[in-house]
């Protein structure tokens, strides 16, 4: 839901985004974009019963979006081959592999090299090419067993491949002591790696029937610091 969120926002600022979708195809992706977009409730678009105002936010939905660039390409098990001819033939600003784990590595002896050799190929292409480029990847189950359940770059998996090859590296985790079965849940956004900034953590409202994500409020570490009034990430702004 993060990265299509971030992709929603990217698009609707002019961007040009090629999102790899491994799980979902791109109908079940583009109806939970649209949930986002409107705010109409996920499960009334599996199930087609719109009251006739929601029609009307679904037609206009789809005029916008068809004037958009967005790109989904939901293929099985996507080879950096794939990603890469993806990419020099439609030239986006931004790409979103979501996530890393369905992705076809290369073969190599270990899993922490095949992982590597991946990133090394990811991040030459977003060089060459002057590409943005986003990758998902799921954390260790051993952050479950922990108390406060709080993840640390530790827990990514294959973490020392992905972490030296990214720039930025950052975990999303739901806020501690909270009922995460309610249709309103609270998540921290930790950037826990940063090459061309500070480290901060940024509380997030998310709503889990439209899968919408609303900023609440940011902090450095171990400071807390007043949030800029014109500072947004995946609530809309830069």
Request: with cysteine; aromatic share 10%.
């Amino acid at each position: 839901a993060f990265a299509l969120n971030v992709s929603k926002n990217l698009v609707n600022k002019g961007k040009k985004v090629l999102y790899f979708s491994t799980e979902m195809s791109s109908y079940e992706k583009v109806k939970r974009l649209a949930s986002m977009e409107t705010g109409i409730e996920g499960w009334k678009f599996r199930q087609a019963k719109f009251e006739d105002y929601e029609w009307i936010e679904v037609r206009d939905f789809v005029e916008k979006y068809a004037e958009k660039e967005f790109y989904i390409c939901d293929s099985v098990s996507p080879t950096i081959d794939i990603i890469r001819a993806c990419v020099k033939k439609i030239r986006p600003d931004v790409i979103v592999v979501d996530y890393l784990g369905l992705c076809r590595l290369p073969k190599a002896d270990r899993l922490d090299l095949s992982i590597g050799y991946f990133m090394q190929a990811l991040k030459s292409l977003s060089r060459s090419d002057n590409v943005a480029t986003i990758v998902i990847s799921q954390l260790n189950r051993q952050v479950d067993a922990r108390t406060d359940k709080i993840p640390t770059l530790a827990d990514l998996r294959e973490s020392g491949s992905i972490e030296h090859e990214s720039d930025v590296v950052i975990l999303l985790y739901d806020e501690p002591k909270q009922d995460i079965n309610g249709s309103v849940r609270n998540l921290i956004l930790s950037v826990e790696k940063n090459r061309h900034g500070y480290c901060k953590r940024i509380k997030f409202e998310f709503k889990t029937n439209t899968l919408i994500m609303t900023e609440n409020g940011w902090q450095h570490f171990g400071q807390q610091i007043e949030q800029p009034k014109d500072y947004k990430v995946a609530s809309g702004g830069e």
